[in-house]
């Protein structure tokens, strides 16, 4: 008895796998579907896309078409494949729009990409697609009980691009002079990023930078725009100020400001 126990969870397995072999040999389509399904409730989720991607097509126009293609999308979903499952969610509901499960895969189309979005410091092009997926499922389904993950969501990668615009404004700040005016740059990559993202968390960063780089140019400047540009910089400063005048970078900022308004009064 404890023998067969002990091999109870081979043989069942062995079961699975041999059942596995002769669907995909089957040309009955609705066996092949019946066991996708099965083989997806049971979390075998490439038996279940590997047999769903061979008849998904067949079964289109087929009382079965529409949920074939779903499970399609949420197997490779569950599988962590993200770029798979977007593409088939959003062919999903390219041609069922108004389908039973429309709403899933708008959503799942938009939080898949949302979950490979990469490291701050790498290609975006993911995190944009991903905004743009959940802003049309927030279009379509302003109602769903999923609204306010998808805007958590959505408000994640807007700071982790406004992030990647500080890291890009940094590093122009850091680099100076070097082939050429770098905090020029520096001022316009923040501003731009203040533009488009005018409620980030990263605001103050982005407004001492522009104070740091104006003074910089300032203090680089020949004779005759020195002046011109330590104004501006005062001009910053007061800007800075009102907007955070508790910051922890006040006493950076209140140097510089010492420093430009002694160059004005000159």
């Keep these: 008895m404890r023998k067969f126990i002990y091999f109870l969870p081979l043989l069942l397995m062995m079961g699975s796998c041999g059942e596995y072999n002769k669907v995909?040999?089957?040309?009955?389509?609705?066996?092949?579907?019946?066991?996708?399904?099965?083989?997806?409730?049971?979390?075998?989720?490439t038996q279940a896309s590997t047999v769903l991607e061979t008849i998904y097509t067949p079964l289109r126009g087929t009382a079965h078409g529409e949920e074939a293609l779903f499970l399609l999308a949420m197997s490779y979903y569950e599988n962590k494949d993200y770029l798979n499952s977007g593409l088939y969610f959003k062919t999903y509901y390219s041609r069922y729009p108004k389908g039973k499960f429309a709403e899933l895969a708008r959503f799942y189309s938009g939080y898949g990409y949302y979950l490979d979005s990469p490291d701050p410091q790498l290609d975006q092009s993911q995190t944009v697609k991903a905004i743009e997926e959940l802003q049309g499922f927030l279009d379509y389904f302003p109602n769903s009980d999923r609204v306010t993950i998808a805007q958590n969501a959505i408000f994640?990668?807007?700071?982790?691009?406004?992030?990647?615009?500080?890291?890009?404004?940094?590093?122009?700040?850091?680099?100076?002079?070097?082939?050429?005016?770098?905090?020029?740059?520096?001022?316009?990559?923040?501003?731009?990023?203040?533009?488009?993202?005018?409620?980030?968390?990263?605001?103050?960063?982005?407004?001492?930078?522009?104070?740091k780089s104006k003074y910089q140019e300032a203090r680089l400047s020949v004779n005759e725009r020195q002046a011109d540009r330590y104004r501006d910089v005062v001009d910053e400063y007061f800007s800075f100020?009102?907007?955070?005048?508790?910051?922890?970078?006040?006493?950076?900022?209140?140097?510089?400001?010492?420093?430009?308004?002694?160059?004005?009064?000159?």
């Design 24 to 45: 995909l040999k089957s040309k009955d389509n609705e066996y092949r579907f019946d066991f996708a399904k099965r083989a997806f409730d049971q979390r075998k989720f």
């Design 156 to 211: 994640d990668m807007q700071d982790k691009l406004t992030l990647k615009e500080l890291q890009n404004a940094q590093l122009y700040y850091n680099l100076g002079n070097f082939t050429g005016n770098n905090y020029q740059s520096a001022i316009i990559t923040a501003q731009n990023a203040l533009k488009t993202y005018p409620y980030s968390k990263y605001r103050e960063d982005f407004e001492l930078l522009i104070l």
């Design 241 to 266: 100020t009102n907007n955070f005048p508790d910051s922890k970078n006040r006493k950076e900022a209140d140097n510089i400001y010492e420093i430009a308004r002694k160059h004005v009064q000159d």
